[in-house]
C-alpha cells in the first residue's frame, strides 16, 4: 500500500510535479509516423504530460512539434493549413516554420516588431522505430537519442497498436508488469498446451507449455530500471524445468514483455495528463521470415482503426458500455467476453478509477515488481524533487542490446543469464543495489 502522499508523487505528471519533470528528461513519444506520414498533411495534435501539441511534416518532410495554440490570439494550430514549408494558422494568417519561426503575419503590416521578437514555442525532434519522439525538457540537458528496442537497427519490420487509456499512467504500466494477471484476464487468447514447449502465436491465440496461475517471483534491479522472473510449472516434466517469463521496465515508461515464437512485444505507457494515457504495444522480430503485420497486429489485438477504435485512438468499448462484454459468449467458455487483450486490461485498469487509490491495496506475493515498480518510481520522484537525475538518464546501457525472455529451462538455470544484456559491459549489466 502507498499513503496519499506518495500515490501523488507517483501519478502526477503536470506542472512542476517531480515525476513529471522525470518524464521531460526523456525522449517522449508524440505520434506514430504513419500519422504524419505525408509531406503537407494533416497536422496532428498531442498531448503529453499535460501539453497540448500539434506536430506535423512540412514540404520538404522535415517534422516539426510546436505548441498546439498560436501565440497571436491561442486558436489551435492543429486546423492550420499545411502549406510552402510552415504551417498557416487559420484565425489571422500566421505562419510558422518546424522550428517556430514566424515566417508570415498576414494580419500585420510588413516590418512589424512582432515577427522579430515572437517565435512559437518548438520542441527538438527525432523519428525512429515507427514513432516520431520529443524533447520536451530543458534543451540545456538535452540528451542523445537513442533508438528504441525494437529499432537496433534500419529496416525491422515492426507493427503498432495504438489505444488512449482514460486513466493515470502508472497503473496502466503496473498492468505491463504484473505477469500473474495473464493467466486469468487473458486465458481465452493464452490458453495451455501440452503440445507446445513455448509462447506458440497462431492467428487467433498465444498458446503457453503451462497451466499455474501462481507464478513464483524473483526480482533483480538494474541501472535502467528493474527485471524479474515468473517461473511456473511447465504441463511437461515439471519435476526438473521451469517455465521462464522475464519482463524488463525502462524507466520511466517501457516494458520489454516477454516474447512468442514469432515476434518480441515492447509496451509504452506514456502519461498524456494526470488521468489519460496513450497505450503503445509493439511487436517485431529481427528476422524478416518472422514478425506480424500490422493489419494482423491490430486485428488480433482487437485495435483496427474505424471497428474498434476511433481515428483518435479512443476506443469503441468503453466503461460507459461496458466495453461490450458478451455474457453469452463468457457462458460458452470465453473468460471475460472482452474482444481483445488490450480492451481486458483496459477495463481493469479504467474501472479503478481516474487515479487509482493505492492506500486500499492488499498486494499478494505475484505482485512483487508491482510493489518494487512503485517503491522505486516514488524514491525516484523523491531525489528528482531533491535534485538528483531523473531515473534512467544515468545508465550506459542501450536499449537495443535488452531483451526479454520466455521458455522451458532446467530448474538449475539461472533466470538472470536468459534473454538480456547480451553484448552489455560488466559493469552495467550486474544489478544496480
Known amino acids: 500500500m502507498l499513503t496519499r502522499e506518495q500515490n501523488e508523487l507517483l501519478c502526477r505528471v503536470g506542472g512542476d510535479a517531480p515525476m513529471g519533470g522525470i518524464m521531460r528528461r526523456h525522449w517522449l513519444p508524440v505520434c506514430m509516423s504513419e500519422e504524419v506520414a505525408e509531406n503537407d498533411g494533416a497536422p496532428v495534435r498531442s498531448r503529453l504530460v499535460g501539453e497540448s501539441l500539434v506536430v506535423f511534416r512540412d514540404s520538404n518532410g522535415k517534422l516539426g512539434v510546436l505548441d498546439?495554440?498560436?501565440?497571436?490570439?491561442g486558436a489551435s494550430l492543429v486546423f492550420g493549413r499545411n502549406?510552402?514549408?510552415?504551417?498557416?494558422?487559420?484565425?489571422?494568417?500566421?505562419?510558422?516554420?518546424?522550428?517556430?519561426?514566424?515566417?508570415?503575419?498576414?494580419?500585420?503590416?510588413?516590418?512589424s516588431a512582432l515577427?522579430?521578437?515572437?517565435k512559437q514555442k518548438s520542441y527538438p525532434v527525432r523519428e525512429a522505430g515507427g514513432f516520431v519522439w520529443a524533447w520536451l525538457g530543458p534543451k540545456d540537458e538535452?540528451?542523445?537519442?537513442?533508438?528504441?528496442?525494437?529499432a537496433p537497427k534500419p529496416g525491422i519490420k515492426y507493427a503498432i497498436v495504438k489505444m488512449h487509456a482514460a486513466c493515470n499512467w502508472a497503473q496502466v504500466l503496473e498492468g505491463s508488469i504484473d505477469s500473474a494477471h495473464?493467466?486469468?484476464l487473458h486465458s481465452t487468447n493464452m490458453p495451455a498446451a501440452e503440445d507446445v514447449y513455448g509462447s506458440t502465436a497462431t492467428d487467433e491465440a498465444w498458446y503457453r507449455p503451462s497451466n499455474d496461475k501462481a507464478p513464483r517471483m524473483q526480482f533483480e534491479p538494474t541501472p535502467y530500471g528493474f527485471r524479474y522472473a515468473a517461473l511456473r510449472k511447465p504441463i511437461k516434466n515439471p519435476e526438473t524445468d521451469q517455465y521462464v517469463r522475464t519482463t524488463l521496465f525502462i524507466a520511466p515508461f517501457t516494458v520489454l514483455i516477454p516474447p512468442n515464437n514469432q515476434y518480441n512485444l515492447a509496451q509504452m505507457l506514456v502519461p498524456v495528463d494526470d488521468v489519460n494515457t496513450m497505450f503503445y504495444w509493439i511487436a517485431w522480430h529481427p528476422d524478416?521470415?518472422?514478425?506480424?503485420s500490422q493489419e494482423a497486429w491490430r486485428r488480433f489485438c482487437g485495435a483496427t482503426v474505424g471497428e474498434d477504435i476511433n481515428a483518435d485512438f479512443t476506443k469503441k468499448r468503453t466503461l460507459h458500455n461496458l466495453y461490450m462484454q458478451d455474457r453469452a459468449a463468457m457462458k460458452k467458455g470465453d473468460f471475460t467476453g472482452i474482444k481483445g487483450i488490450p480492451t481486458q486490461d483496459m477495463a481493469m485498469w479504467e474501472s479503478m478509477g481516474p487515479i487509482a487509490d493505492r492506500s486500499r491495496d492488499h498486494p499478494g506475493s505475484s505482485d512483487m515488481a508491482v510493489v518494487q515498480f512503485r517503491r522505486m518510481m516514488v524514491g525516484a520522484a523523491k531525489k528528482f524533487k531533491e535534485g538528483a537525475p531523473a531515473i534512467g538518464t544515468t545508465s550506459k546501457v542501450p536499449p537495443s542490446k535488452l531483451a526479454s525472455f520466455e521458455g522451458i529451462v532446467p530448474k538449475s538455470t539461472d533466470w538472470r543469464t536468459l534473454g538480456t544484456d547480451a553484448g552489455v559491459p560488466a559493469d552495467e549489466a550486474v544489478s544496480a543495489k
Not at 515577427?115 to 515572437?118: I, T
Open 142 to 150: 538535452l540528451r542523445e537519442f537513442e533508438p528504441p528496442a525494437w
Open 182 to 184: 495473464s493467466s486469468s
Open 83 to 111: 502549406e510552402e514549408c510552415g504551417l498557416r494558422c487559420l484565425y489571422h494568417g500566421w505562419k510558422f516554420d518546424v522550428d517556430g519561426n514566424i515566417l508570415e503575419m498576414a494580419s500585420e503590416p510588413d516590418g
Open 115 to 118: 515577427m522579430k521578437s515572437l
Open 68 to 73: 498546439e495554440h498560436c501565440p497571436h490570439r
Open 288 to 292: 524478416p521470415k518472422k514478425g506480424i
